[in-house]
């Protein structure tokens, strides 16, 4: 998108394909002690390149629940699935990128693999004690202007949203710099919140993603019409 790409104003760093085990391609930077991405490759590939960016954030919620542990576990169902036919993304015949460096390394990452969309993946949180939330629901963000962004923002929310336990799913226009990944990606973006971490029932739901995961693939694949 021209917008996003205006805006950038950042120099990316070449990456190299360094290892092949099963389907997972590791990628890292030549010089660097950055964490490496895992790449998945599909049986047939449909020509289109998502990339996932779970949160690093180590923040805790009911329980044991660890932010940054569990959105790791959301993008691996989501890309590669449990089983075969799951309708992860990779069954659904996307080349898929995990993000595992930082947010600026992912950012120059996926803007030179080059990903066709970006997705970060958190929980949310709105309380001040670890457990102390009443509600929820699924939000989701996107670039201001950005038509795709907000149609793949949209579905991911519907998708999420209609099974997520909270009532408050809804889409958002990422309206400052705060939302990094939506401001320096070059290809349309969507901020998943995919539901609150501080209550219960959305807790629950969170440590459940083998049942929901999918629909992340199946969001992407009715904002792409299902390319094969």
């Known amino acids: ?8 104003g950042f120099r990316l ?13 590791v990628a890292s930077v030549p010089g660097a002690q950055a964490a490496p991405d895992e790449i998945y490759q599909p049986a047939t590939w449909n020509g289109y390149r998502i990339y996932l960016s779970p949160s690093d954030q180590s923040n805790g919620g009911c329980g044991d629940y660890l932010e940054k542990t569990n959105m790791h576990k959301v993008a691996h169902s989501a890309a590669t699935g449990t089983t075969m036919g799951s309708g992860s993304l990779q069954d659904r015949g996307y080349k898929v990128r995990i993000r595992h460096g930082t947010l600026t390394e992912g950012v120059a990452r996926s803007n030179s693999w080059p990903s066709d969309r970006h997705i970060p993946l958190h929980s949310n949180a709105r309380s001040s004690t670890q457990c102390g939330y009443s509600s929820g629901g699924t939000q ?14 949209r579905k991911l929310k519907n998708l999420l949203g209609e099974v997520s336990p909270g009532s408050g799913s809804r889409e958002f ?6 939302f990094y990944e939506m401001y320096a990606t070059s290809m349309p973006a969507a901020y998943v919140e995919a539901e609150f971490h501080d209550w219960t029932q959305g807790k629950n739901w969170l440590v459940d ?12 694949d009715l904002h792409l019409g299902y390319p094969r």
């Open 140 to 153: 989701t963000y996107y670039y201001p202007g950005s038509t795709k962004g907000e149609d793949l923002a």
């Open 173 to 178: 226009v990422a309206t400052n710099s705060v």
């Open 209 to 220: 993603y083998p049942s929901w995961s999918w629909r992340i693939g199946y969001a992407v």
């Open 13 to 25: 760093r070449r990456l190299s394909l360094v290892a092949l085990v099963g389907t997972a391609v």
């Open 1 to 8: 998108m021209t917008s996003r790409a205006r805006s950038g």
